[in-house]
């Protein structure tokens, strides 16, 4: 059984830099493609950005790009997400998720979750 345990959320300014991290326990991390999704009240959870089992392969949403950095650790069994020049818009509660093998960005696809860490950029 998967689990997923999301850190390193905060309240930052606009501008500011902030890292996430997940830490994924379980067998085996290395069979996992990962993602990182946002969620606001009262909207959907959308997809932000997603990595191959192995790292050769990222994916991001256009609203993040050249801004979020997402990599993996496979001897810490860690996931992070660098995020860079934050705005207001990038408020929300950011969850890691875990799909087994392939890569994906719909969060239907994806079959284990963490609890989510709240983002807060002030403008």
């Known amino acids: 059984q998967v689990q997923l345990v999301e850190s390193g959320g905060g309240l930052v300014q606009a501008g500011d830099s902030l890292t996430l991290s997940c830490v994924f326990s379980?067998?085996?991390?290395?069979?996992?493609?990962m993602g990182w999704f946002r969620q606001t009240p009262g909207s959907e959870r959308d997809f932000v950005a997603a990595i191959t089992w192995n790292g050769g392969r990222t994916v991001y949403a256009d609203s993040v790009k050249d801004r979020f950095i997402i990599s993996r650790d496979h001897h810490k069994n860690t996931l992070y997400l660098q995020m860079g020049n934050l705005k207001a818009d990038d408020t929300a509660v950011y969850y890691c998720?875990?799909?087994?093998?392939?890569?994906?960005?719909?969060?239907?696809?994806?079959?284990?979750w963490g609890q989510g860490t709240q983002v807060t950029v002030s403008s």
């Open positions: 379980g067998r085996y991390f290395s069979n996992y493609a």
């Open positions: 998720a875990a799909r087994l093998y392939t890569i994906a960005t719909a969060a239907r696809d994806f079959d284990s």
